[in-house]
């Protein structure tokens, strides 16, 4: 009897440590696909990528030597950061990144990304403290959604062709310490930044209409703001008016009526 219930606790643990190491290998087998996927999915006319990562040879470490591609340590294939500064590279933000699930930073400037950032960016680079997409032709609006990247230190947007306003979410960030969206075509009030983050007005250079601490105060939109709130105001209190007038002819009996007009008119 104790010999079986020994036997049955060994083939527990022996199944727990397979699961294990199952995990651990699925977990790099996803590393190496995301950078797959990223090869599969961005334009390269330069071949950096496709000299360089050559999935043939699949040695413990091997991605680590590719360009571009830096691991937590070097035979280990998971990846940390993803560098592609100037690379020449073309196309949508490359989503299969979504896979380096232990990725912490990433490089995309100075190359020709162009199309959407991903509004569900947050999923994408999860644990991201550092998020470069300067000097792309990226377009549309900044994601809402990159207020959810909880551990950014640095987010870089500049130089690109992004519109609309700034999602005032993003001082949500609390881990910012620099910002930059100078050269876009960006309108609005900019986002009240804590104390951490040293945002200053050349990381707001360049954009058509943004306003608010540090550059220029948004008087405009507030004046015509509180000239709308006079103007309901003066309406409402008319209505009420014309309402109870209304109400009072109809309601009232009329001797009270003429009585209160005759009043007035004395
Ligand atoms: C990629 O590199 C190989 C040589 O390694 C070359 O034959 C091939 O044409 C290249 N692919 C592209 C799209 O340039
Ligand atoms: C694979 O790469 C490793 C490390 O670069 C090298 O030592 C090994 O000889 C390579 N194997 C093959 C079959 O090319
Ligand atoms: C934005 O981020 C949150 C949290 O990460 C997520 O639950 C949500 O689905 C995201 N929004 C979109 C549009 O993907
Ligand atoms: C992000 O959204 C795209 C579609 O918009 C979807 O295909 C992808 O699976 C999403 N990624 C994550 C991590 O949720």
């Known amino acids: 009897m104790e010999l079986w219930n020994r036997v049955l606790s060994l083939g527990a643990a022996g199944f727990l440590w397979a699961l294990l190491i199952c995990r651990v290998i699925d977990c790099l087998e996803t590393d190496i696909n995301c950078l797959k996927t ?28 590719f360009t571009g591609v830096d691991c937590w340590h070097p035979d280990e294939n998971r990846v940390l950061n993803l560098k592609f500064s100037d690379m020449g590279l073309k196309g949508q933000f490359p989503r299969g990144i979504e896979k380096c699930e232990s990725l912490a930073g990433l490089d995309l400037s100075n190359n020709e990304f162009s199309g959407p950032i991903p509004d569900n960016i947050s999923k994408i680079v999860k644990y991201a403290t550092s998020l470069d997409l300067s000097s792309n032709s990226f377009s549309g609006q900044i994601p809402a959604n990159l207020s959810q990247c909880d551990y950014l230190n640095s987010l870089r947007l500049d130089h690109n062709q992004l519109s609309g306003q700034i999602p005032a979410e993003l001082s949500l960030l609390g881990r910012l310490k620099s910002f930059s969206v100078a050269n876009n075509l960006l309108m609005g009030p900019v986002p009240a930044f804590g104390p951490k983050a040293s945002v200053t007005a050349d990381d707001y250079a360049n954009n058509p209409g943004l306003c608010g601490a540090p550059l220029s105060p948004c008087t405009a939109k507030k004046s015509s703001s509180a000239t709308i709130i006079v103007a309901l105001a003066i309406g409402g209190v008319t209505l009420t008016a014309i309402v109870i007038a209304i109400g009072m002819f109809f309601y009232l009996p009329h001797d009270v009526v003429l009585s209160i007009l005759k009043e007035r008119s004395k």
Not at 43 to 52: A, G, I, K, T
């Open 38 to 65: 990223i090869k599969a999915s961005v334009q390269d006319p330069l071949n950096y990528l496709n000299y360089s990562w050559n999935f043939d040879n699949s040695t413990e470490g091997f991605i680590c030597r």
